[in-house]
């Protein structure tokens, strides 16, 4: 609370003073900080420096009141402005340099390149994240002229003619902001110039958060969206001795819109909606115990929280989700991984104002999709069970995507011959399913399935529609009575086995490489109703019948909503390292231990490979060590009671409220990872990265200034300057070193003497 | 003699109560034990674990640490079992060498003693006797832990170690400070969350939370300003000593009678690598010993792949050639196909080679590889060296083809050299050693290294393994690292002797032993990576289903008869469970709420013991279940027990603070007492009624059993006539 006091003596000085005694402080302020190694901003410097800008203020002639207001939207009273311009200067010429290069593709660029046109095309897709970050891209691209016409088919391919740099600057450009956001928060947590440039050149020199920045990618927006959170959080928090002012709403408002932002591109947006909350939580909970305060009050806080942080946050997020759905309103490839229902909203979508039989019939051709959302048609094709799992007959799967080989013929048990008046399907008829294209007979049998060992294979049998009785299927229309007939699409069917009384099934789970990753269909002795043994009749055609229309099917915005995000929780979880796939573990992060190749492996290839600094990150990971230590040390001291005076008490403050807030943000945005069972990249740990560099901006500016606890003042003077230099020099010098891996390689590997980078792979896991 | 008071005497005090609800517990858990003399559920998967110990056979459990099976064991050992029955079939008829009874008899004394644990455990949470009894009329009456104590099953076990590190850490804290009693309360605690976690890793969550009020209790401790700085480090210590140090080396203890234990080869030998393999009797043993230490020029090997997925294989060679194309229409090199073969077979055998030199034989003194050396790979039975090229390998396009070279003279020039790299190495010429030495082979024209890609060739390659040259250098991974499992120094110069001599087997001894860290570290290992397939199972349930008791498990069904055992638990007391959390949750946050703005309802003792009561026993149902929302294994009902049994003792919490703090007047609380009364009756009837499912016995009729199917859900067993 030191800082508190300390504000609200000086405003209550602020009146008093002499303007004339501060502002010879003020100009001893100002011509230290000119110098380029800083001095230490001491508490007492920090004050005068504080207090000399109101009185410069008033000296210049502009009124208190001017004053108060400009310093109320501003709070730039303590902001250092030319360390902060230096910060951005130097962010945007790290970001843009080389930003066209290479042109080509990079890694997932072809991902995130391709919906950001999908967007300006107008045609529907399914991806595993929320859209806001792909709608960015694609606005960028749209405005900068753009015009969606690239396929973005792999990486490597050229870009040519087409207008990519809008979209990689409006990344970068993203990018150019974190240095900047992560300097004003150390400095507003630490209120030290020293802590706030360490923080911020950690994150400017680094080459993984360059090159991370420099592509079409979500992560430059992801990032920008979660320090620009944490920023007005910590903005909001120094406001709260002024509550319910403008710009008390204003850090709220702008708290809340960043967070659902950043949950808006990623769902990794949620662990900064969790620090958030904590931070948010523990705030609360002080005020409730302050009894100055009364309920009404803190039940006002308490519902300006709730409005700026959780309802106006949901409210924009969904408001994303409506543009996403409005623009989005042509067929495209990710309408397979939608019910039907979905798909009937989809211009060019055979089910979009489709006309087509309202009731199932002998001899009509269709196709049945499962009703767990993001199941997929029962399919088919070509291709047969190998050796060893189960019979070697053609395989049946359920797949995603619309394809002729999910077409169904629907035929009677006994003979073939259909007559000209149709015969309706009713529940409990036996039928059995020719598969169109390869005349094989929908079946199933005595052998275990290839994935779920419990159930029954499923397979595709007989030649020329000719089988065997185990191709005799009983329809049942769940929650019918015998003789109903079955309506398409809104009908919920199941297919029991006649022979060995087990019912359809499609498990959701992958099949190996034989299977074409396609998802496995098998026959389940367990007859509970769950969506997985559900299905639905989705195209029908049968020209003997009359067609209506189906717009009844149009469902409502919450339910897409609803829909969409179970399809995307579904596509996360699936993500699922494959069989000889050397997959990143979250252990590796922190110490730098592999990277990502985002372009080009042989020698005669434009490289660019995704890597931290390993100075920087290794002096981080040495920092959060540090950090531990001197926390716990810290609360030891206190809780035996022994008491902290003046510089060290505000040090330890310092370190264990902002050090603390910052900790706490790199543990939550790191360690849910562990438990994560999808497939797991490098780059998932950029978000930590960024704390963990606040946090040594706090670490190390608080252990060097400390450093007197062990060494006599002349020395621990020394030793500050010392290490200061060290750093610099150290982060200069191996960004100098490193840089290539970001701004390109081409030649030799580094294993090659005559490389650039020989010398440089310090660790064998390294691939560049 | 000043100093002895005469006459002598012994003052003792004894709780009838305690010895009464004791005495109950055994009566329910104990009762006719043996019967059903039929394999029961889960016997039939810790059964043959018994039986391998028995026999002293080595094998790998991966649902958890051996002090479990240990503890069975030892049940089986006291009857005198021999470890011969086939552990097959639920349902199945024991032999006569089976000894049921103290097979069964060691957890339903663990189930029976977690009711007098009860007791204790109000009693240290400064509860009354009143309550205290009634938590252990609660524990008695409770068919699903009353099951799953009656036969061979861990839960029980599992169940009474927490209460019981629970209580001993209580009356440690509770303790007056000084006395030495309270000490041996501490080693108590602490040897009992060893045992909790060694018998299942489940045990771990509870031991957490224990370590967490340890830490917190410390945190306090440290802030006591009366203590000197000397004495709070001390005490701190010894805590840490006994809370953290005592269990860690305990549970490696019982992986150190584990091993002591099992020391023959078995049926889990392949999962293991060579070196550990050696170390058991029979098996590699057998074959590896006597085997020269360092593999030399002229050494014919069998080369193991350091990867065991999926199956651990040999590299291997065979008279075949890949096909000149492949399905998807690519071209191959048309060489002869090296693969991985996951059998011992001739065709495994390897011989190498000097490449300055013609001779396959070792020379005397035998000239050794070490780390760094080029060799040359020839197959023995064959002839062909170990050869990759720039074409692309059958499965995995990206990596290079490896074949045993044949010159087709297609200006495809051999390329068999191959650089040793040691990756286990303690210097850089350290000798390349049978078994120990874990190599990489790197090719030297391309830089590629023999990996295992763990793809499956189709039926041109036999549906062997695929091996190919690894040009994209990822770091570390075992699949491609290899080591030499059976060696003998090479004799023959002649094609067909040297045939002859690879299909002797290889000859004499010197033992080689793994020091038992490294043994452990290696099984520890194997156990936490292991992944059993996830397998669907009739009774499998979901975490959300037991809060309410959605599903229940069939245990035993008489083969001829209705009779049959169900764990299925005392709903009325799973409803009053729930509701007591619920409750508890509801007055903590209101209490704690008011009394952030200083408003005290209660006075701070009972706040503070109403937390503590809350911590152990709604933070032990929070760590006991939450933590199965996350786990992607096979879930059963069973797994709640111990969950269910810390919240069955927030019941009596509830009840004790609800009868003194919120019902002020004594006709409230009277009333209050007749609501106690007919709940415990509603408990002691519903009990009753599911007492045929829970002992097995008498058999009732369809109509009965049909009766008893209180919810949808359950799925009980009819037998048709």
């Known amino acids: 609370m030191m800082e508190d006091s300390l504000h609200v003596d000086h405003c209550k000085q602020r009146q008093s003073s002499p303007a004339l005694r501060n502002r010879k402080q003020c100009m001893a302020t100002v011509a230290k900080r000119d110098c380029p190694h800083i001095e230490p901003v001491l508490p007492e410097a920090r004050k005068a420096h504080r207090m000399c800008n109101t009185s410069r203020a008033a000296f210049n002639g502009t009124s208190q009141k001017m004053c108060r207001r400009w310093k109320r939207y501003c709070h730039s009273d303590d902001v250092p402005k030319y360390h902060l311009l230096l910060v951005v200067v130097l962010s945007l010429c790290t970001r843009f340099y080389k930003i066209t290069e290479p042109a080509h593709i990079c890694w997932d660029e072809t991902h995130f390149g391709k919906m950001g046109s999908y967007y300006i095309n107008r045609t529907f897709f399914f991806d595993v994240h929320p859209p806001l970050g792909k709608m960015l891209i694609g606005l960028a691209g749209y405005l900068t002229g753009y015009d969606g016409t690239f396929p973005f088919i792999k990486p490597g391919d050229k870009y040519e003619h087409h207008n990519y740099w809008g979209m990689r600057g409006f990344c970068a450009a993203l990018g150019s902001f974190l240095p900047a956001f992560a300097f004003l928060v150390v400095l507003e947590l630490s209120h030290s110039t020293l802590a706030a440039l360490i923080a911020a050149s950690m994150i400017i020199f680094d080459t993984g958060c360059i090159t991370l920045s420099q592509y079409i990618l979500l992560d430059p927006i992801l990032l920008f969206f979660i320090m620009g959170a944490v920023l007005s959080m910590v903005k909001f928090n120094q406001q709260r001795l002024r509550p319910f002012s403008w710009s008390w709403w204003l850090w709220l408002i702008l708290t809340g819109v960043n967070l659902s932002g950043s949950l808006g591109v990623k769902f990794v947006g949620l662990f900064v909606i969790l620090l958030v909350g904590i931070k948010t939580a523990w705030d609360l909970w002080k005020l409730l115990g302050d009894l100055h305060l009364s309920m009404v009050d803190f039940v006002k806080h308490l519902s300006a929280r709730i409005f700026g942080l959780i309802m106006l946050p949901l409210f924009l997020y969904t408001t994303v989700f409506a543009i996403h759905f409005v623009i989005l309103n042509r067929s495209g490839p990710g309408d397979g991984f939608f019910s039907s229902a979905f798909q009937s909203r989809l211009i060019g979508n055979n089910l979009h104002s489709a006309t087509m039989p309202e009731y199932l019939a002998y001899g009509s051709i269709i196709t049945v999709k499962n009703l767990r959302i993001a199941g997929g048609y029962l399919h088919s094709h070509w291709h047969l069970y190998p050796e060893g799992v189960g019979a070697h007959q053609q395989q049946v799967t359920a797949y995603l995507h619309k394809d002729y080989n999910n077409l169904w013929l629907v035929k009677r048990p006994d003979n073939d011959d259909y007559s000209d008046t149709p015969e309706l399907l009713r529940h409990g008829d036996i039928i059995r399913l020719e598969h169109k294209e390869s005349m094989r007979n929908l079946h199933s049998h005595f052998h275990e399935a290839p994935l779920t060992k419990k159930h029954l294979q499923v397979t595709g049998y007989g030649i020329n529609g000719t089988g065997d009785p185990n191709d005799l299927w009983q329809v049942e229309v769940c929650g019918g009575k015998q003789g109903d007939p079955v309506k398409v699409l809104r009908s919920k069917v199941r297919f029991l086995h006649h022979a060995t009384g087990c019912v359809l099934y499609s498990s959701g789970k992958t099949l190996p490489k034989w299977g074409w990753e396609q998802v496995e269909v098998s026959c389940s002795p367990y007859l509970k109703e769950t969506p997985s043994s559900q299905w639905n009749i989705e195209d029908h055609i049968n020209p003997k019948l009359p067609n209506i229309s189906l717009c009844v099917l149009k469902p409502s915005f919450l339910e897409i909503l609803l829909e969409s995000h179970i399809v995307m929780i579904r596509g996360n979880s699936g993500l699922k390292p494959k069989d000889n796939e050397v997959s990143s573990k979250p252990w590796h992060w922190p110490i730098n231990y592999q990277g990502l190749r985002f372009s080009g492996v042989n020698e005669t290839e434009y490289r660019v490979y995704l890597l931290g600094n390993p100075v920087i990150w290794w002096l981080n990971l040495f920092a959060l060590g540090l950090f531990v230590v001197m926390a716990m040390g810290c609360s030891l001291t206190l809780q035996r009671g022994i008491k902290l005076e003046g510089d060290r008490k505000a040090h330890s403050q310092i370190l264990m409220e902002g050090g603390g807030l910052l900790f706490l943000g790199w543990l939550i945005h790191y360690l849910p990872f562990y438990t994560m069972g999808r497939i797991l990249y490098y780059h998932h740990y950029f978000p930590a990265m960024l704390f963990s560099s606040m946090l040594t901006g706090i670490t190390l500016d608080t252990f060097l200034h400390n450093t007197d606890l062990l060494f006599s003042p002349a020395v621990a003077k020394c030793i500050l300057r010392g290490s200061l230099t060290l750093l610099l020099f150290g982060v200069l010098y191996s960004f100098y070193l490193f840089h290539p891996l970001s701004y390109g390689m081409s030649g030799p590997l580094a294993h090659d003497p005559t490389s650039s980078m020989s010398g440089l792979r310090w660790l064998d896991s390294w691939e560049f | ?721």
């Not at chain 2, 209580?167 to 040897?191: D, H, K």
């Not at chain 2, 003279?409 to 050299?417: D, R, W």
């Not at chain 2, 189709?458 to 075992?478: A, C, N, S, T």
């Not at chain 2, 933070?619 to 006991?624: F, I, L, R």
């Open chain 2, 1 to 721: 003699m000043q100093g002895i008071k005469l006459p002598i005497t012994v003052n003792c005090e004894i709780n009838v109560l305690l010895v009464a609800v004791t005495a109950f517990g055994f009566l329910t858990r104990l009762y006719g034990i043996q019967f059903p003399r039929a394999v029961v559920f889960d016997e039939v998967y810790y059964g043959q674990f018994v039986s391998l110990y028995m026999k002293r056979v080595f094998f790998i459990d991966e649902s958890g640490p051996p002090l479990g099976h240990m503890i069975q064991a030892l049940g089986g050992y006291l009857g005198g079992f021999d470890g011969n029955f086939a552990w097959n079939r639920i349902g199945a008829e024991y032999t006569s060498n089976v000894p049921v009874w103290t097979f069964r008899v060691l957890p339903a004394l663990a189930g029976s003693l977690c009711v007098p644990l009860g007791y204790l455990l109000m009693l240290e949470l400064g509860y009354s006797h009143f309550a205290a009894v009634g938590a252990s009329l609660l524990l008695i009456m409770e068919n699903s832990l009353i099951v799953q104590s009656r036969f061979m099953l861990l839960e029980s076990v599992l169940i009474f170690f927490l209460l019981l590190a629970v209580v001993a850490y209580l009356r440690f804290y509770n303790a007056p400070n000084g006395s030495l009693c309270r000490w041996s309360w501490l080693i108590l605690s602490g040897s009992s969350c060893a045992f909790a976690v060694g018998v299942k890793y489940m045990g771990l969550f509870t031991y957490l939370l224990l370590l967490s009020l340890a830490a917190v209790h410390a945190w306090h401790l440290i802030g006591d300003k009366t203590l000197s700085n000397g004495k709070v480090l001390v005490q701190v210590t010894v805590q840490l000593l006994a809370l953290v140090v005592l269990p860690a080396i305990m549970y490696l203890g019982f992986f150190y009678i584990h091993l002591t234990l099992l020391n023959h080869s078995g049926p889990h030998d392949q999962m293991m690598s060579s070196a550990f393999q050696a170390s058991l009797e029979g098996g590699l043993a057998r074959v590896t010993q006597g085997q020269p230490l360092e593999v030399a020029f002229g050494s014919q090997v069998t080369l193991r792949s350091g990867s065991s997925k999926p199956v651990p294989c040999w590299l291997h060679s065979h008279k075949a050639n890949y096909p000149i194309r492949y399905e998807d229409g690519r071209g191959s090199s048309h060489q002869q196909q090296v693969t991985c073969y996951p059998f011992k077979d001739v065709n495994n055998w390897w011989i190498i080679k000097d490449p300055r030199r013609q001779s396959l034989v070792v020379v005397s003194p035998p000239r050794p590889v070490r780390h760094g050396d080029i060799i040359q790979l020839l197959h023995g039975m064959t002839s062909r060296f170990l050869n990759t090229h720039d074409v692309a390998a059958p499965m995995s396009p990206y990596a290079q083809e490896v074949s045993g070279y044949i010159d087709f003279n297609v200006s495809m020039p051999a390329q068999n050299l191959w650089r040793v790299d040691i990756t286990n190495r303690e210097s850089d010429r350290d000798v390349w050693k049978t078994i120990l030495s874990e190599v990489r082979l790197v090719h030297v024209n391309t830089s590629a290294v023999l990996k295992l890609s763990g793809a499956s060739l189709p039926d041109w390659g036999f549906r062997q393994l695929e091996v190919v040259g690894d040009k994209i250098y990822k770091g570390y991974h075992q699949s491609r690292l290899w080591n030499v499992e059976e060696h003998r120094y090479g004799r023959s110069q002649e094609q067909r002797e040297r045939e002859l001599e690879l299909k002797t087997p290889t000859y004499v001894d010197i033992s080689r032993n793994l020091t038992f860290m490294a043994k452990f570290m290696e099984l520890q290992w194997k156990m936490l990576t292991v992944r059993n397939e996830e397998s669907e199972h009739k009774y499998s349930s979901l975490p959300l289903d037991w809060i309410t008791m959605d599903t229940n498990i069939a245990y035993w069904l008489h083969p001829s008869s209705n009779a049959q055992i169900h764990l299925i638990g005392n709903i009325v007391t799973w409803t009053l469970a729930n509701f007591a959390l619920f409750v508890y949750v509801l007055l903590f946050l209101t209490y704690l709420l008011r009394r952030r703005r200083k408003i005290e309802d209660i006075p701070k003792a009972s706040w503070e013991q109403l937390v503590l009561a809350g911590v152990i026993c709604s933070g032990g149902w929070a760590v006991n279940y939450l933590p199965f929302f996350l786990m992607e294994k096979t879930l059963f009902l069973y797994h709640y027990l111990p969950a269910v049994t810390f919240q069955i003792l927030q019941i009596p919490v509830i009840v004790e603070h609800i009868y003194i703090h919120i019902l002020r007047s004594p006709s409230h609380q009277k009333a209050f007492s007749g609501v106690i009364l007919a709940a415990l009756c509603s408990v002691y009837l519903c009990y009753c009624t599911f007492c045929p499912l829970t002992y097995g016995q008498p058999e009732l009729t369809s109509k009965q059993l049909a009766s008893l199917r209180w919810k949808e859900s359950w799925d009980i067993l009819f037998r048709k006539h």
